[in-house]
């Protein structure tokens, strides 16, 4: 089911797109059409297996589909020759599980994405601090991961993800290792972000209340899309 908005640049586009493990056994994705628009807010919804977190990380290019085509702005990802510069620059990342360098300050986290960017090691820093400050960690600046809160960690993985002005943010279950008041927080703090940055947000979730606030619900069953629906009051 391909569904298109009018309006806005075209941002992603798959065509019945496939992806197999286990020399097929296994069918993750069984031809996907979609296109999403830049400046959306689409949520990917479905059961454990159904197929959405793998849809993700082909959207990041962290796996490559096994058949059919993803653009990205018109452009083939599997023909990019640059896919390490896409996931570094094109998109950011928000893991489940923080992912976070426990040897690194806050700080020193928000910085990695901008170490192969041309910016100085005292721009770098001065960004880093500015996105802190803008995710409310200001005060966090220096301390290690395991001297924060869960919620404290998730926002600094959202500054992280910010680093390099990626347009588009792809977040997979980023509310998943928190309670429910620290996941309100981290929600909240992500839909302002977007509304306040404008860039495309794809969001993985089992959680309907998270996926009430998109703007477009993507729901997945057995590899496949069964249905792709706006939200009335996102």
Do not use: W
């Amino acid at each position: 089911m391909a569904t298109s908005h009018d309006g806005g640049e075209c941002v992603f586009e798959a065509v019945a797109l496939k992806k197999e493990y286990d020399d097929g056994q296994v069918q993750a994705l069984r031809g996907v059409d979609f296109r999403i628009q830049a400046g959306e807010f689409v949520a990917i919804v479905g059961q454990s297996g159904s197929g959405k977190s793998t849809l993700l990380q082909m959207l990041g290019a962290l796996d490559h589909p096994s058949g059919g085509s993803l653009l990205y702005r018109g452009c083939s990802l599997a023909e990019r020759p640059d896919l390490a510069s896409y996931r570094a620059h094109d998109v950011g990342f928000i893991f489940q599980a923080f992912h976070l360098l426990p040897t690194f300050t806050a700080i020193e986290n928000v910085q990695i994405p901008m170490l192969e960017s041309q910016r100085t090691a005292a721009e770098r820093k001065q960004r880093a601090t500015d996105l802190l400050g803008l995710v409310g960690l200001e005060k966090r600046l220096h301390h290690f991961p395991a001297k924060l809160s869960g919620g404290e960690r998730q926002r600094v993985a959202i500054a992280r993800s910010l680093a390099n002005d990626a347009s588009v943010l792809l977040a997979d279950e980023p509310t998943g290792n928190l309670d429910s008041e620290n996941a309100g927080v981290v929600m909240d703090l992500i839909v302002r972000l977007q509304q306040e940055h404008h860039f495309t947000l794809v969001l993985v979730t089992h959680d309907p209340g998270i996926a009430r606030r998109a703007g477009r619900v993507i729901s997945m069953r057995d590899g496949c899309i069964i249905s792709d629906t706006l939200n009335s009051t996102p």
